[in-house]
Antibody, heavy 121, light 107 residues
Framework: EVQLVESGGNLVQPGGSLRLSCVAS????????MSWVRQAPGKGLEWVAN????????FYVDSVKGRFTISRDNAKNSLFLQMNSLRADDAAIYYC??????????????WGQGTLVTVSS | AIRITQSPSSLSATTGDRVTITCRAS??????LAWYQQRPGKAPQLLIY???TLGSGVPSRFSGSRSGTDFTLTISSLQSEDFATYYC??????????FGPGTKVEI
């Protein structure tokens, strides 16, 4: 069974930093593209970033370029999202998701339970 | 950027009803469209990808279709566990993937 477990969400002040983690199990992590998708409270879904199976390619939504960095450690079956210069509009539940395809733009066939990021002073 | 519109934004239905939700893309995206179900307080779950391919373990009462840039999710006979919010998502190659605004299916 595919499992994705996120952690690292917290309350952070505007301008602050946070690192999210996602541990995967139940599949060959190193064979899949992986993504972060977020959902602001009471709002819809927004793809944030994804990373190729070997980490050689990374893509971001325009609103987080230069502030967020996606990375992975295939030896530890782990996905990360380093978030810097956080803004109020970054507040959301952040989901780790497995890409269902093998390109920079994919659907998502498995999701974690999410981790909550709150940005407030 | 490819824009996705979704209608209706909400609907009221009864168990056993046939329900249809539509998404429209602002340009041709071939069949690069997926549908998700999100129950309150839960993560989204994949229902359909490639416009009409059922995800693993998804009940056969769910189906998807495409006509040009219009995509339809149909629930043939609504069950109690189907009351949720439904999102479509385009994933056209070499573009930024985006989701529709969602359709809330209520009792």
């Amino acid at each position: 069974e595919v499992q994705l477990v996120e952690s690292g969400g917290n309350l952070v002040q505007p301008g602050g930093s946070l690192r999210l983690s996602c541990v995967a199990s139940g599949f060959t992590f190193s064979s899949y593209w992986m993504s972060w998708v977020r959902q602001a409270p009471g709002k819809g879904l927004e793809w944030v970033a994804n990373i190729k199976h070997d980490g050689s390619e990374k893509f971001y939504v325009d609103s987080v370029k230069g502030r967020f960095t996606i990375s992975r450690d295939n030896a530890k079956n782990s996905l990360f999202l380093q978030m810097n210069s956080l803004r109020a509009d970054d507040a959301a539940i952040y989901y780790c998701a497995r890409d269902g395809g093998f390109s920079s733009s994919n659907y998502f066939d498995s999701w974690g339970q999410g981790t909550l990021v709150t940005v407030s002073s | 950027a490819i824009r996705i519109t979704q209608s209706p934004s909400s609907l009221s239905a009864t168990t056993g009803d046939r329900v249809t939700i539509t998404c429209r893309a602002s340009q041709i995206i071939n069949s690069y469209l997926a549908w998700y179900q999100q129950r309150p307080g839960k993560a989204p779950q994949l229902l359909i990808y490639a416009a009409s391919t059922l995800g693993s373990g998804v009940p056969s009462r769910f189906s998807g279709s495409r006509s040009g840039t219009d995509f339809t999710l149909t629930i043939s006979s609504l069950q109690s566990e189907d009351f949720a919010t439904y999102y479509c998502q385009h994933y056209y190659p070499y573009t930024e993937s985006t989701f529709g605004p969602g359709t809330k299916v209520e009792i």
